[in-house]
């Protein structure tokens, strides 16, 4: 039974759950679980998920089955994706189950949307922020609170004056912020340099790294 929701069953709408490793950010390399969930409130135009984007209820799942799925994969590190995980009725619940079985829990998201109830365990939880452009790089205070990183993908788009906004430095000072050229694509690298350097020479280090699952061809 879970807590918080005596008597109800919650349903969750997911695209996908499949193990691998974490491809991108700060955690690159380990070994994880993904639940992407389905649908998404904004329409980046270089989505690599375009099949999760809408909020179809035709894959329902209770959240009792989730758990019971997961058990089976030897990893304890869970990462909730999309899709935009924040979107996702039932969200709060499936992770305070998720600690509670002391699983390791990342969320990836675009940061415009905010549950209030994860509050209550923020800070046990890895929030990687990925602020975009089509939402005129608006982040929720709550996640600009509780994220453990942000990453930004390098396009035509991302420039100096938007890695520097103010509400950003925290993580440009505690060296939390990661570069990723979008699509692996050679232009995008060297602008992602470029943007290293300019940074560098502010006083400030970031990474640049690629999507490292898309390199080896896993999922």
């Not at 039974?1 to 709408?13: A, C, D, N």
């Not at 912020?177 to 694509?185: A, R």
């Amino acid at each position: 039974m879970l807590r918080g929701e005596i008597g109800k069953t919650i349903y969750l709408s997911i695209n996908e759950v499949y193990s691998s490793i974490q491809g991108e950010g700060l955690l690159i390399g380990l070994p994880v679980v993904f639940i992407r969930f389905q649908g998404c409130n904004l329409r980046c135009p270089w989505c690599d998920q375009p099949s999760a984007l809408s909020f179809s209820r035709e894959n329902q799942t209770s959240t009792e089955d989730l758990l019971k799925h997961l058990s089976h994969f030897p990893t304890r590190h869970v990462v909730l994706t999309g899709g935009e995980p924040m979107a996702q009725e039932g969200l709060t619940s499936l992770v305070e189950e998720l600690i509670s079985r002391e699983y390791f829990v990342q969320i990836e998201t675009n940061g415009t949307i905010w549950q209030k109830g994860l509050e209550a365990f923020a800070e046990k939880i890895h929030i990687t922020c990925s602020p975009k452009w089509v939402a005129h790089w608006f982040v929720h205070p709550k996640v600009l609170q509780y994220a453990k990183e942000l990453k930004f993908v390098v396009d035509e788009v991302l420039n100096e004056e938007v890695l520097l906004k103010p509400e950003f430095r925290r993580f440009l000072e505690g060296k939390k912020v990661v570069l990723q050229p979008e699509g692996n694509k050679p232009v995008f690298f060297e602008k992602a340099l470029s943007l290293q350097t300019a940074l560098l020479k502010l006083g400030f280090t970031v990474r640049v790294l690629p999507q490292v699952h898309k390199l080896f061809g896993v999922p």
